[in-house]
């Protein structure tokens, strides 16, 4: 026991006791005064309210029909690519067709492909060159003014 009463200890104060400090009272919270309406939605979970078909007022369809896609690329395979890479695309109406190669960076490194091909769903085949170093690639698809650009790996 003649050990402990030799070490001092040190204690700290309470946090309610006050050290002459004053705190800053706030007597009233800023309150931003402006007039926004609330936001009702008009259609409940995409159901139609039946007093808005009844009325003669005109109802937005909730789907926008676009212009009509041509190109649709299915499939590309094998990936990775060895030697070969396989194209499943789908045309709606005759084009010109424009594949190439692209490094990550966006650089053309091989063109493909550049002709005019009919409509309707078919499949290519290119042989990718031997001077292609192994890595990530991009395939950029062209059809019209449509582009769709596919990620391959080359082996």
Do not use: C, H, W
């Amino acid at each position: 026991m003649g050990v402990f009463a030799s070490v001092n200890v040190f204690a700290q104060k309470s946090d309610s006791t006050t050290n002459g400090i004053r705190a800053k009272r706030i007597n009233k919270t800023p309150q931003i005064k402006v007039n926004i309406p609330t936001y009702k939605p008009k259609y409940n979970l995409g159901f139609i309210q039946y007093n808005d078909v009844i009325s003669n007022t005109k109802v937005v369809p909730t789907t926008q029909s676009k212009q009509d896609k041509i190109l649709t690329v299915l499939k590309v395979y094998p990936n990775p690519v060895d030697d070969q890479v396989n194209l499943m695309l789908k045309l709606d109406r005759e084009s010109n067709l424009s594949v190439k190669i692209m490094d990550l960076l966006g650089n053309e490194v091989v063109t493909l492909s550049n002709e005019r091909i009919s409509s309707g769903e078919q499949t290519k085949s290119y042989t990718i060159p031997n001077r292609l170093n192994p890595g990530i690639y991009f395939l950029k698809i062209v059809a019209s003014s449509e582009t769709v650009v596919k990620r391959i790996s080359v082996l």
